[in-house]
T-cell receptor, first 115, second 117 residues
Framework: AQSVTQLDSHVSVSEGTPVLLRCNYS??????LFWYVQHPNKGLQLLLK??????LVKGINGFEAEFKKSETSFHLTKPSAHMSDAAEYFC?????????????FGTGTRLQVFP | DTGVSQNPRHKITKRGQNVTFRCDPI?????LYWYRQTLGQGPEFLTY????????KSRLLSDRFSAERPKGSFSTLEIQRTEQGDSAMYLC???????????????FGPGTRLTVL
């Protein structure tokens, strides 16, 4: 079975400081992993994805994530937070199986950015 | 706008009533998904279609829920005899069945927020 665990329900940072949102996954298959962002009253937006190519994945808005198989982790980072980064972030796993590509979401991490 | 659209955006209903939501996917996408998101949780998979075929249903999808995609384009999700526990955001997503770089990139609509009184 596949699952993801987001280790922090809330993260607070000051504008201009680094962001780290932690995610561990469990998967029987070689998974696809994603990070989605959800701003208030807006739809989910794909930030980045890992699909077994490069282990360091770059996404939109300066975010990146590193796939570490030995640690079963896929943490999201950004060198310098911006006020507009305040949102809910979801780590997501999907089995790379022909029969299903449903997304399995974590419980989310709310990122607050203080001026 | 060529993104995923959902209607209505908000629905308030009384317990026991039936409701129907509509999702229009991105036009060239052949896969369509429904998810449900309750307050403070991540979205949970309900069901998905490839073209008009419903290929997988979650155990969350009780007998009161039914989804259709009759012509492989838009989809409807109906909830019969609504219960207060059905109150949630219902999200629709679409993707293009592809084994290349776009594999399983799902694009989400804004959702329909259901409140059951």
């Amino acid at each position: 079975a596949q699952s993801v665990t987001q280790l922090d329900s809330h993260v607070s940072v000051s504008e201009g400081t680094p962001v780290l949102l932690r995610c561990n996954y469990s998967s029987s298959y070689s998974p696809s992993l994603f990070w989605y962002v959800q701003h208030p009253n807006k739809g989910l937006q794909l930030l980045l994805k890992y699909t077994s190519a490069a282990t360091l994945v770059k996404g939109i808005n300066g975010f990146e994530a590193e796939f570490k198989k030995s640690e079963t982790s896929f943490h999201l980072t950004k060198p310098s937070a911006h006020m507009s980064d305040a949102a809910e972030y979801f780590c997501v796993v999907s089995p790379r199986s022909y029969n299903t590509d449903k997304l399995i979401f974590g419980t989310g991490t709310r990122l607050q950015v203080f001026p | 706008d060529t993104g995923v659209s959902q209607n209505p955006r908000h629905k308030i209903t009384k317990r026991g009533q039936n409701v129907t939501f509509r999702c229009d996917p991105i036009s060239e996408h052949n896969r369509l998904y429904w998810y449900r998101q309750t307050l403070g949780q991540g979205p949970e998979f309900l069901t998905y279609f490839q073209n008009e075929a419903q290929l997988e249903k979650s155990r969350l999808l009780s007998d009161r829920f039914s989804a259709e995609r009759p012509k492989g384009s838009f989809s409807t999700l109906e909830i019969q005899r609504t219960e207060q526990g059905d109150s949630a955001m219902y999200l629709c997503a679409s993707s293009l069945r592809d084994t290349g770089p776009s594999y399983n990139e799902q694009f989400f609509g804004p959702g329909t927020r259901l409140t059951v009184l």
